[in-house]
Each structure stands twice: as C-alpha cells, then as structure tokens.
C-alpha cells in the first residue's frame, strides 16, 4: 500500500523527498467575503509536457483528486459561506476534487484535514512528520467526514503549466476558479448570512 501512495505522490506534482523544490511550488489564494478572509492553500503541480486526461486517468477509483501536490490542499475560512447551496461552517477544510469518468466533477470539502507524512512516508523528515497530507483513498470514513460536494462547471482557457487556484469578486460573494493545462472549474461562493 505504501508503494502506491509514493507513485500517487509523484503522479500529481513534487516528489516527497524533493522538499525544497515543494516548498517553492506552494501557492496560496485569498478574497474578502462579507470582509473576513476566505484562503486556499495548495501545492503547484506542474504539467511539465504531461497530457491533463492522461493523468486524470491515473486517478484511484474513487475518482478523488487531491488538486494540489505536497501537503493537502486547504480552504479556510473566518466566515460561514454557502457552497452549492449548503452552509460551510467557519473553520478550516481539506480540498479535493471529484472527477467521474463522464459528467461534472465536483469540489468536496472534508472536515478531515488529513494524515500525518510520517504515517504514508517513514522516512520523512522529523520536522515534516506531522505535516497534513491528503488521503489517496477517500475511503466511507474520510467521506463521511464531507462538508459540502458541489458541482463545478467547466470552461477553456489560455493553457497554464501551473495548477492555479483564484478568487475573482462576485456581486457578494465570489467566483473560485481551478485551472490546470487548457481547462478550468469554477463554483460560485457566497455569504451564508
């Protein structure tokens, strides 16, 4: 089992023993929602020539996509939102996201924040040991833990070697958009009150 979830960690982004080029490719996106911050942390897999369907096809089959490399991919927030119609508490979530062999793919935001490196990797460094990374089997336990599991529609875009979360105003809310090669996703977000 630990030899699959090393060939999932190089599939999608940085090799865990690669740390400093890690690092290097975290990225960050942040917006003000009813003026609290809402943010996403995630690391920046690049494409590198890498054909996006052909890694898609890599995925388990539960279909869930960490959408990050490194660490676990984070959204927080200080104020409740509304995600797909459904109330999304203040606090601090795991991102994944949901993509079936045909139809939309779907964000999910997980109240599990993740498993320790330590736990996947034994060799991991004591100071990275018990850094969250994300489950590569979203088993009935972690999904039990959901929050919220919202469509995402689907556009083109200007290609990107870079996965890139970002935030662009909405009325008041905002529109959160995930591109990778020449596609994106987006969902609306809006105040809960």
Same mark, same amino acid.
């Given at each position: 089992? @630990? ?22 490719? @975290?990225?960050?996106? #942040?917006?003000?929602? #009813?003026?609290?911050?809402? $943010? *996403? ?5 690049? %494409? ?10 890599? /995925?388990? #089959? +539960? &279909?869930?996509? &960490?959408? !990050? ?11 409740? /939102? ?12 795991? /991102? ?6 045909? !139809? $939309? ?5 997980? $109240?599990? /924040?993740?498993? =320790? %490196?330590?736990? *996947? ?6 100071? &990275? ?28 875009? =200007?290609?990107? +070697? %870079? ?7 909405? !009325? #008041?809310?905002?529109?959160?958009? %995930? ?11 809006? =105040?809960?009150?």
């Amino acid at each position: 089992m @630990r030899i699959g979830h090393a060939v999932l960690l190089l599939v999608f982004g940085t090799a865990v023993g690669s740390f400093s080029q890690e690092d290097a490719s @975290r990225g960050s996106a #942040s917006t003000m929602i #009813s003026g609290k911050k809402v $943010s *996403i942390d995630y690391g920046r897999p690049a %494409l590198k020539g890498r054909n996006f369907a052909d890694l898609m096809k890599q /995925l388990p #089959s +539960d &279909r869930m996509w &960490r959408a !990050g490399s490194g660490a676990v991919t984070t959204l927080s927030t200080a104020t409740d /939102l509304l995600i797909g119609g459904k109330k999304v508490p203040t606090g601090k979530y795991s /991102l994944y996201v949901h993509c079936p062999e045909a !139809g $939309s793919y779907s964000i999910a935001l997980n $109240s599990d /924040l993740g498993q =320790p %490196l330590g736990k *996947i990797w034994a060799a991991a460094p004591p100071n &990275r040991a018990n850094e969250p990374y994300p489950h590569f089997e979203y088993t009935k336990a972690i999904g039990g833990k959901e929050v919220v599991r919202a469509a995402l529609t689907k556009s083109s875009v =200007p290609a990107t +070697d %870079l996965l890139t979360y970002a935030f662009k105003a909405s !009325g #008041s809310g905002t529109t959160l958009t %995930l591109s990778w090669g020449d596609q994106a996703w987006s969902l609306e977000i809006q =105040p809960a009150n």
